[in-house]
């Protein structure tokens, strides 16, 4: 066994704690190695070809690279050996950098902890042996789940490019949170008359199926060959019958929340969410409806010309096969009435978040796009009042440790420019309109210049500073939202007795963002968003191979970003999917089967049902693991009884000799 | 580089405070714990010393015999860290290591090993801070308890 050691400086990311020269050198007294270098950046061109010539040169029939993670650079080295004609398999990587140089201060105890960390992995690249990996056939069909607008960038990308798409999306329709938009910053663009078409587009494609109305209930198998129970949930409407007239949302007597337009309206026990829904088909809400909770009523049923009502309904489930996964599972709105108390926690009628706003300005919105103070909404015999003087209040549940948020939602600054100036659009440009703010984040294209004509050619007054309390109190005779703040660029105490106020709410994740997680087997953070694999590397990748991220389901996202990430998303399926057989990792477990004793342990532990009873020559059974299926987990090696499995990559062997290594010194 | 000749004596000779140098191993999932560990890295906080990681796929792989074996060889403490329960990567995995550890967790005492010095825990990919108060806290133990005496189990 030849054994070759590389250390890397990484530029002084590791030299400037570790002394990689130093360690290089002590290498050269373990046993078996009979290379050794460092290298100021390994990963670049003149590393790589380094380690590739030591190998061709010196023989090595083992390398180890001290540099940084694994999770960052395995790849990229086990491709530089095999470059060189070794097996990619006999490459072992010790993390100096991510796990030493970085987290230390010391430059002896780094250095003698980085030998150490060195000397592990050559104890461990000693008990490797060649592998090769297997091919598996590749399922082309594409899942993505949600059909809000980075869903349905990513499904047409695809469709386009041949692939067959399905969007399964829990509402009723598509569209997500783009769809409840009034208008998109930086151009005042009707967001309706982007998305709308799009959402057509999506309907009409060959390539692609919408399963609106239903939710991933169970995700199995792995990059390449997904298995997907998907449960289609009873809308109590036949929706083949269906034609999306409205017939039954006019005659409908139940009233019930409308949930989009964020409560500011009511809507029909049977209802469809907005105008352009796709699919338009009509759902009956269970708990608002007459007949399921008092036993009669079943008017939506005489009315309905198409025979459509369907009381008896109930859930299906269907399991369809997909090659690879996209999430786009979009955000929700910060609950910002279960935080901010000092606002009044939801109970002054005329506070209202960025979202009802937005909906308030839409003219197929619950006021037709008037701008009123829902205070005075509902009252006979008078018209709603128009605001005089609108506060916008920004990051409230962003940037605010207090309410555990301390990211930034990314989107409210540039909406909040959006609606002071829809405001004074609607209402006039003799409406007082103030922004509360902390710092304005105004960073993608032409949105600095947005802002800027909010403040200039708009007359916005933004006022630097938080608001520390909303209360209502009757001045003159009216009824007022006293806005309690500071001015911290003045240094004083300001108050602005408001008609209406705008809560800029955050972003948060989606609600059951992190079960489906946990269906799929990706990581999330601790608000719920999904983790790339890399932030830079492989930014729309998840950990799990298969499973990519597109939109605000990864991070809070602006229609742009989400969009572009979306097509990039596409891009990297389309990749996948552009091979006929996979390569799966050969990092598996193997049976030695003359030790099997049949008990069948590993069968019952294995999450993927790898382990088979194979029948042998003689009649009796053995357990067989099913390379293929195998995902190399070893919760099976550390079940055996008798220890006669073994994790290619990670053998009991190996790891035993990293802690003698380690111990023994 | 002028630090390497004090490196190479630091080396193999006895540091000034040898009598309370211990030795921690961590053995790690790949997707979870070892994640967090590089973020940890990534953001530059800082650790205690001794902890030295060791990478499995998967905390369900990780046989108890491995932190027997090290208690055997000399090591003063042991932490295992995997995906919290309801997370693992291979859906189950950790949930079968919890078992396993809970067991040998009660166990250990009656083998002499002091109950600081063993911990199983879950640290996600996304919880770098939370890496860094896990090590910590567990080698602030260990070193408080100072290294095992006798090596035997």
Redesign the interface.
């Known amino acids: 066994m030849r054994i070759g050691v590389f250390v890397c400086h990484c530029g002084t990311n590791i030299?400037g704690t570790v002394?990689s020269?130093?360690i290089a050198a002590?290498a050269a007294e373990l046993k078996d190695v009979v290379h050794t270098e460092d290298l100021i950046y390994t990963c670049s061109e003149p590393g790589q070809s380094a380690i590739q010539k030591a190998i061709i040169e010196k023989g090595l029939t083992r390398v180890v690279v001290a540099a940084c993670?694994?999770?960052?650079h395995e790849v990229t080295f086990r491709r530089t050996v095999e470059g060189a004609g070794l097996n990619p398999y006999l490459f072992e990587m010790a993390?100096i950098?991510?796990?030493?140089s970085?987290?230390?201060?010391?430059?002896?105890?780094?250095?003698?902890?980085a030998?150490?960390?060195l000397k592990?992995s050559v104890a461990k690249v000693r008990q490797l042996e060649a592998l090769v990996p297997n091919e598996v056939p590749v399922n082309k069909d594409v899942l993505v789940i949600g059909g809000g607008v980075a869903g349905i960038q990513t499904a047409l990308d695809l469709a386009d490019a041949g692939l067959k798409v399905t969007i399964v999306e829990r509402e009723t329709t598509i569209g997500g949170t783009m769809a409840r938009l009034d208008k998109t910053f930086p151009t005042i663009d009707c967001s309706a008359c982007i998305l709308t078409p799009r959402m057509v587009d999506a309907a009409q494609h060959e390539n692609i199926e919408i399963m609106a109305y239903c939710e991933v209930d169970k995700v199995q198998g792995y990059v390449g060959n997904f298995t997907v129970d998907i449960r289609k949930k009873a809308a109590m409407v036949d929706w083949v019958k269906c034609i999306g007239c409205e017939i039954c949302v006019q005659k409908c007597p139940a009233k019930a929340p409308d949930v989009f337009n964020v409560g500011l309206a009511e809507t029909k026990a049977i209802y469809i969410p907005f105008p352009q829904a796709v699919p338009k088909r009509a759902a009956i809400q269970v708990e608002h409806c007459r007949w399921f909770q008092q036993g009669k009523c079943k008017v939506c049923e005489r009315v309905c010309p198409a025979d459509a009502i369907d009381f008896e309904q109930q859930d299906e489930y269907v399991q369809k096969e997909f090659g690879a996964i996209v999430m786009a599972t979009g955000l929700d709105v910060f609950p910002w009435e279960n935080h901010y108390h000092e606002y009044g926690s939801g109970n002054i009628p005329d506070v209202i978040s960025g979202l009802q706003y937005e909906r308030m300005l839409n003219a197929s919105g619950p006021t037709s796009g008037h701008v009123v103070r829902p205070s005075t909404q509902g009252i006979k015999g008078q018209e709603p009042e128009e605001p005089k003087t609108v506060v916008f209040i920004q990051c409230v549940g962003s940037r605010d440790e207090s309410v555990g948020r301390p990211y930034c939602s990314s989107v409210c600054c540039m909406y909040t420019a959006k609606q002071a100036i829809l405001t004074k659009s609607h209402v006039g440009m003799d409406t007082e309109v103030y922004v509360f703010y902390i710092d304005i984040r105004a960073t993608g294209k032409g949105y600095e210049e947005f802002v800027k004509r909010a403040q200039t050619e708009f007359n916005v007054k933004y006022v630097r500073g938080r608001v520390s309390k909303l209360y209502e109190d009757v001045i003159d005779g009216s009824r007022k939202v006293i806005v309690r703040g500071v001015d911290t660029l003045l240094g004083k105490q300001v108050e602005v007795a408001a008609d209406l106020v705008v809560l800029a709410s955050g972003i948060t994740s989606a609600e059951g963002a992190i079960p489906l997680?946990?269906k799929l087997?990706i990581?999330?953070?601790?608000w719920g968003f999904f983790?790339e694999s890399h932030p830079k590397l492989r930014p729309v990748e998840t950990?799990?191979a298969g499973v990519f991220l597109a939109g605000a389901c990864q991070s809070p996202k602006d229609i742009p970003t989400a969009v572009a990430q979306a097509s990039g998303t596409a891009a990297k399926v389309l990749g996948l999917l552009s091979r006929d057989k996979l390569k799966t990792s050969p990092?598996i477990a193997i049976v030695e089967q003359n030790r099997c004793v049949s008990c069948w342990k590993c069968v019952e532990?294995c999450?993927?049902s790898a382990p088979q009873k194979q029948e042998q020559r003689d009649g009796t059974f053995k357990s067989h693991i099913i390379e293929t299926v195998c995902?190399?987990?070893?919760?099976c090696?550390?079940?055996c009884p008798v220890n006669c499995i073994t994790?290619k990559g990670?053998t009991?062997d190996a790891?035993?000799d990293?802690?003698?290594e380690?111990?023994?010194a | 580089m002028a630090q390497a000749t004090d490196t190479t004596q630091a080396a193999g000779t006895t540091p000034p405070d040898a009598g309370d140098e211990v030795k921690v191993v961590g053995i790690v999932c790949n997707w979870c714990s070892y994640a967090g560990a590089d973020g940890a890295g990534t953001a530059r906080l800082k650790q205690e010393f001794e902890m030295r990681l060791l990478r499995v796929p998967c905390t369900g792989r990780i046989d108890p015999l491995f932190a027997i074996k090290a208690f055997e060889k000399g090591a003063d403490g042991v932490l295992i860290s995997g995906c919290h329960p309801g997370d693992c990567h291979y859906s189950e995995g950790n949930y079968y290591a919890r078992r396993k550890f809970e067991l040998l967790d009660r166990m250990l005492p009656f083998l002499g090993v002091e109950p600081d010095r063993f911990k199983y825990t879950w640290v996600s990919a996304s919880e770098g801070a939370r890496w860094q108060k896990v090590v910590n806290e567990f080698v602030g133990k260990v070193k408080a308890l100072g290294p095992r005496e006798g090596r035997a189990l």
């Open positions: 030299a002394d020269r130093g002590r993670s694994p999770h960052m993390n950098r991510e796990h030493c970085w987290i230390h201060d010391d430059y002896g105890l780094a250095t003698e902890k030998y150490e960390i592990m997680a946990q087997n990581s999330y953070d601790e983790k950990n799990t990092q532990v999450p993927f995902q190399g987990c070893g919760i090696v550390a079940t994790l990670f009991t790891i035993i990293q802690i003698e380690l111990l023994l």
